[in-house]
């Protein structure tokens, strides 16, 4: 049984902070071999045609948010600054497709309790680890051309860039997110400091520039802006 408990909301709305419990087996469970590459053979992974012209394509973890195991059965989720806020605005842009090497029982508590949180639906398809390539280093490679979605259309945006590594000309790297410690944690509750991480801040920016853009290749537009949020500053903004 999964349940979600103890939801700890700051005065800023843009920290946001829940113990969740879950059955672990469901976060860390190693992954079967035969059952990935039996999914990978239903392609598309996506029938429907999409919503909107362009595509997102998100990562979860280190992404959007921080999961941290705290105990048997419990942890820490952790949502990154802006986090709600740039789902809403953004999925006026783009089809917004959730890929995550986390597993499907992990995955769907968390995206559930962000829709929650937003008040509506914003993941207009989700995929898992369950439609990843496994390699030999430990690396669930998320291959965008199974996923049924024109490349030259198409973005994803992951901290890992070895997850995207077959189509690098359509991703962007952002830097990695873990949340904060409990003393951190303790300082934001009495509003002694805030949370700094402005990527998601910066990465709506882009987004939104390029699909006003409206490129016929988006791969081709996507280059000049590849870097920014590792870098993690709009001075280098063209």
């Known amino acids: 049984l999964t349940t979600i408990s103890n939801i700890r909301e700051f005065a800023d709305s ?6 969740i419990t879950i059955d672990l087996k469901y976060y860390s469970n190693p992954s079967n071999k035969k059952m990935l590459n039996d999914n990978n053979q239903n392609i ?3 029938k429907e045609k999409p919503t909107k012209e362009y595509s997102l394509v998100l990562d979860l973890d280190e992404t959007l948010i921080h999961f941290s195991i705290n105990g048997e059965n419990e942890g820490h989720l952790y949502f990154r600054p802006y986090l709600f806020e740039f789902l809403n605005n ?3 842009f783009y089809e917004i497709i959730i890929f995550t090497a986390g597993l499907k029982e992990y995955a769907k508590i968390v995206l559930d309790l962000i829709e929650n949180r937003i008040g509506k639906k914003i993941f207009d398809h ?6 990843t390539i496994p390699n ?3 690396v669930y490679i998320k291959d965008l051309s199974k996923i049924g979605r024109n490349l030259q259309k198409i973005i994803i945006v992951d901290n890992t860039k070895e997850n995207y590594e077959l189509q690098k000309d ?3 790297e952002i830097k990695s997110y873990y949340g904060f410690d409990d003393k951190k944690l303790d300082l934001i509750e009495d509003n002694n400091i805030i949370d700094d991480d402005n990527c998601l801040c910066e990465l709506e920016k882009i987004l939104i520039k390029i699909a006003q853009e409206k490129p016929k290749n988006i791969t081709l537009i996507l280059k000049k802006y590849q870097r920014i949020l590792f870098v993690g500053s709009t001075d280098i903004l063209p």
């Open 170 to 172: 359509n991703g962007i």
């Open 14 to 19: 843009e920290i946001f902070f829940t113990n």
């Open 90 to 92: 953004i999925s006026e």
């Open 126 to 131: 989700r995929l898992y680890r369950e439609n």
């Open 136 to 138: 030999d280093e430990g």
């Open 44 to 46: 598309p992974f996506i």
